[in-house]
């Protein structure tokens, strides 16, 4: 950034709408939480509840490259507004039911509103912040993103215990508060001026793909995929863990997962910090390994404090997985930021694929750890995936 202060003061100007939007981003955490209450009312088994956060991240797949090749067509700026818009509709429709179609149109809108939203958002924010402060931008992005994440399990318990107006809508009461959160992020990032980014080089998905013979893209790809693993599959599964072992309610289950993202949070405010001062490889390997520690807790540990604890691991755990990887490829590919950013979000895919081979891991074992050791493959895969970064930031 310039360190003139009328250009810092117009940068800042610049970043806090576009930060904003990070908060929209976390729209999409409420699909776990959310996933047991459909579950509860519709009385679906493990394996079909767990369509619903398949379905969410599924669009992934589809919709991350096309999007990282329409913001060289209509700019980065541009494509998170129209991310916003489609993911504020999606917040909406639940609102006029909830039955399974219902519930299926909506998840299906936040995920592709989220994979566009996904891949344009991070590289909008290299338009604004300097290379140097890129990594530590994405994280304080992610901590903002948190905080919709944490709020989503504890909005969804107050509404379904009528402890917040929600208008008659109970749990999805978190919908009507989300939906204005989202109005307010389209109405301020659509009326602030952002820099634009130079025209990148016409491309095509062949192109992109071809990125992924890149033996650190292709292995950032997977690792993507076990990071969003981890945290879906997280986000599902500790509240059934407790239930399954401690005897809870979901109501009181449910704050397992608040408590795995204010720990998501807390970790996102500390690495934007220590990722200043500290080299990305090593923080991210501390990372790796509480992730696995906190899943070995989850397998091996049955009181509510020793689950809790090991919940709280994860959230730490997993909190700069995504950011450190997504830059370590936009800073060491930086010609190719579109395309990586969309291939990366494509890797979010991961949230589609786990979720369906835990349900079914969880089933042939008659228990939630069948899913835990699903996450801890994942997690021991992260670990191993240190071995590709570089000992520097950039």
């Known amino acids: 950034m310039n360190d003139n202060p009328s250009a810092s003061k117009t940068a800042l100007f610049a970043l806090l709408p576009v930060l904003f939007c990070f908060l929209t981003m976390g729209f999409v955490d409420v699909v776990g939480i959310a996933t ?26 589809i ?16 494509t998170v507004l129209l991310s916003v818009a489609i993911t504020l509709f999606s917040m909406i429709i639940p609102l006029f039911g909830d039955s399974y179609g219902v519930m299926l149109a909506a ?6 509103g989220n994979a566009i939203m996904q891949t344009s958002l991070n590289p909008l924010v290299s338009n604004i912040v300097s290379k140097e402060k890129l990594p530590s931008s994405l994280t304080f992005g992610q901590f903002i993103k948190a905080i919709a994440s944490f ?19 109970g749990w999805r009461g978190v919908f009507v508060v989300y939906a204005i959160a989202g109005a307010i992020a389209l109405l301020w990032l659509g009326v602030t001026p952002v820099p634009r980014e130079k025209s990148d080089k016409v491309s095509g998905f062949k192109e992109c793909m071809v990125l992924l013979a890149n033996p650190l893209v292709l ?18 599964s500790a509240p059934r863990i407790l239930m399954e072992r401690c005897g809870l309610a979901l109501e009181e289950a449910g704050y397992a997962t608040s408590l795995y993202f204010i720990c998501r949070t807390l970790g996102s405010l500390a690495g934007a910090a220590l990722l200043q001062k500290m080299p990305a490889k090593i923080f991210f390997l501390i990372s790796a390994v509480m992730l696995a520690c906190g899943l070995c807790g989850c397998i091996f540990l049955s009181s509510q404090t020793g689950l809790y604890i090991s919940v709280a691991l994860l ?4 909190s700069n997985i995504f950011p450190v990887i997504l830059s370590q490829c936009i800073l060491r590919m930086p010609n190719e930021a579109n395309e990586v950013s969309g291939l990366m979000v494509m890797g979010l895919f991961g ?26 493959i994942a997690a021991i895969y992260l670990i191993c995936y240190t071995k590709v970064m570089r000992s520097e930031n950039v």
């Open 36 to 61: 047991n209450y459909v579950q509860k009312d519709l009385q679906l088994t493990d394996s079909q509840a767990n369509i619903f956060p398949s379905l969410v991240f599924f669009w992934f797949l």
């Open 63 to 78: 919709f991350s490259i096309p999007s990282s090749l329409l913001m060289n067509k209509i700019g980065r700026r541009n």
């Open 107 to 112: 998840f299906s809108l936040l995920g592709i």
């Open 151 to 169: 709020f989503g399990p504890l909005l969804c318990a107050w509404g379904a215990a009528e402890a917040m107006p929600t208008f008659g809508y």
């Open 219 to 236: 292995l950032s790809f997977i690792g993507i995929m076990c990071h969003v693993g981890i945290d879906v599959g997280t986000n599902t």
């Open 315 to 318: 959230g730490l755990g997993n």
């Open 351 to 376: 949230g589609t694929v786990f979720p369906l081979i835990m349900g079914f891991a969880s089933e042939m074992f008659n228990s939630q750890n069948g899913a835990v050791i699903v996450m801890l």
